[in-house]
């Protein structure tokens, strides 16, 4: 029925049922000296009843009266909050929270919660009560400390899964973004979905802030936050150094003949203060709480939270879409064509979230490097080496697609995994990891002699 609170040890009616039902029983036991017994039953059979009748007087009629007492609280709370007070008959009955029609009776989660579903609403968007109009001011609302129950519908992990912003970018942007959304979707529960939205949308920054830097040592285009990033290199690289390049090309690719298609207008400040680099400043800060221990502690508290980062990492994921016409190629075989003058170019396009990439031929005029990543412009291709690579993974014992995070000593480039995170070594990038924006010193020649 519901009148003692959970868990019991820690309710006092509880315990005042208790003894008083003790209290009963051993009076029944152990009688004063002198008494007789009343009925002719047996002392255990007076015991039993006797504790049950003190029990229910005493203990089970009080706490029922409480429970009376709370649900009235309740309803004076819900209706001073705009939220619409419960419409129980008995202990058992639950609480609805919503008024709407009735939710389908397939859906597994809806018949658990047995509540009707509202109507439909935009994704995560953070329900206020309603403003109180004695007051004048729609703001003052929202100042309040209360902000009434939250609604079932931001609590259904269905509103991440079927959002037509992350099922294309699944299918068309490149793998390591791809990889991470369906990471998003394919979320257990809330606290999942909210990490998993947090790690794409630093995958998402990394990848930009590598096209970013593999396009400005192509134009020879070098500003303060690219030689940030070549010093970052010595402790490791940060979300925080990617963003900051990828601001950095703001003005740069808006007058540069050459400039990424696409890209300038991504990075054009929108009203609000919103735009691709703005609206990934907001999870680099959630992160951060995050990291230092104030992530969320229960899906609840989760649901709220990627009500504020859901929005501007949507808003993102779709500014970044002329990354889609920019397919990430993986060589596998070159050959030369001697009566056309080129070279036909056998590889794998790495977008989409499928690890296995599809294949691709196509004719190139120049020469392209095999088991190395290209990023195809129509200018041309561009190499992402030493930023991204395909290598074999101690860990995982398959070869996946890593970039480099960190210099370990002057010999060895530390490289992270974007699937999982693995970090593995590699020989062979550290020179072009020194040299990635600033170019090796020259020496002249009467320093030579």
Same mark, same amino acid.
């Given at each position: 029925m519901r009148l003692f609170d959970k868990p019991l040890h820690r309710d006092g009616f509880a315990w005042w049922t208790g003894v008083w039902a003790l209290i009963a029983a051993l009076s029944q036991i152990f009688p004063s000296e002198g008494v007789k017994p009343a009925t002719a039953m047996p002392v255990w059979a007076n015991a039993i009843l006797s504790a049950a009748l003190i029990g229910f007087l005493l203990g089970l009629v009080?706490?029922?009266?409480?429970?009376?007492?709370?649900?009235?609280?309740?309803?004076?709370h819900a209706a001073a909050n705009g939220v619409p007070a419960p419409t129980a008959t008995g202990p058992q009955q639950r609480v609805t929270v919503a008024s709407g029609p009735?939710?389908?009776? =397939?859906?597994?989660?809806? +018949?658990?919660?047995?509540? $009707?579903?509202?109507?439909? &609403? !935009?994704?995560?968007?953070?329900?206020?009560?309603?403003?109180?109009?004695?007051?004048?001011?729609?703001?003052?609302?929202?100042?309040?400390?209360?902000? =009434?129950?939250?609604?079932? +519908?931001?609590?259904?992990? $269905?509103?991440?899964?079927? &959002? !037509?912003?992350?099922?294309?970018?699944?299918?068309?942007?490149p793998y390591p973004i791809a990889r991470s959304i369906r990471g998003i979707q394919q979320s257990g529960d809330l606290k999942d979905a909210y990490e998993n939205v947090l790690r794409a949308a630093e995958t998402l920054s990394t990848v930009l802030g590598i096209v970013s830097t593999i396009w400005a040592r192509q134009h020879q285009v070098r500003t303060p936050e690219l030689d940030n990033?070549?010093?970052?290199?010595?402790?490791?690289?940060?979300?925080?150094?990617?963003?900051?390049?990828?601001?950095?090309m703001d003005r740069v690719m808006a007058t540069h003949p050459s400039a990424l298609i696409g890209m300038p207008d991504a990075l054009k400040l929108k009203k609000g203060n919103t735009g691709l680099e703005p609206d990934l400043r907001r999870p680099l800060k959630e992160c951060n709480q995050w990291a230092h221990g104030a992530g969320p502690r229960n899906n609840l508290e989760a649901s709220e939270r990627l009500a504020e980062v859901v929005p501007p990492f949507l808003r993102a994921v779709e500014a970044a879409g002329f990354l889609a016409d920019m397919p990430w190629l993986l060589v596998h075989d070159v050959k030369f064509r001697r009566?056309?003058?080129?070279?036909?170019?056998?590889?794998?396009?790495?977008m989409g979230d499928h690890p296995d990439f599809e294949h691709r031929s196509l004719n190139s005029p120049t020469a392209l490097a095999e088991d190395v990543f290209y990023l195809q412009t129509p200018e041309g291709a561009l190499d992402l080496t030493p930023l991204?690579?395909?290598?074999?993974?101690?860990?995982?014992?398959?070869?996946?697609?890593?970039?480099?995070d960190r210099l370990d000593g002057r010999q060895r480039v530390a490289l992270k995994t974007f699937d999982r995170g693995h970090v593995l070594f590699d020989d062979t990038l550290a020179d072009e990891v020194w040299t990635l924006v600033a170019p090796p010193p020259t020496v002249k020649a009467d320093e030579a002699d």
């Open positions: 009080p706490a029922y009266f409480r429970l009376l007492a709370r649900r009235r609280r309740f309803r004076r009735a939710a389908p009776q =397939g859906h597994a989660e809806a +018949s658990r919660r047995t509540a $009707a579903s509202p109507p439909p &609403e !935009p994704p995560f968007e953070r329900q206020d009560p309603p403003p109180d109009r004695s007051k004048g001011d729609a703001g003052a609302s929202r100042a309040e400390p209360s902000r =009434g129950a939250t609604p079932i +519908s931001a609590l259904d992990l $269905a509103v991440l899964r079927e &959002e !037509p912003t992350l099922q294309q970018a699944r299918k068309v942007l990033l070549q010093k970052g290199f010595a402790r490791g690289l940060t979300w925080g150094h990617w963003l900051d390049v990828v601001r950095s009566r056309e003058g080129d070279f036909l170019i056998s590889a794998s396009e790495a991204v690579v395909m290598r074999p993974c101690p860990t995982c014992h398959q070869r996946e697609v890593a970039f480099s």
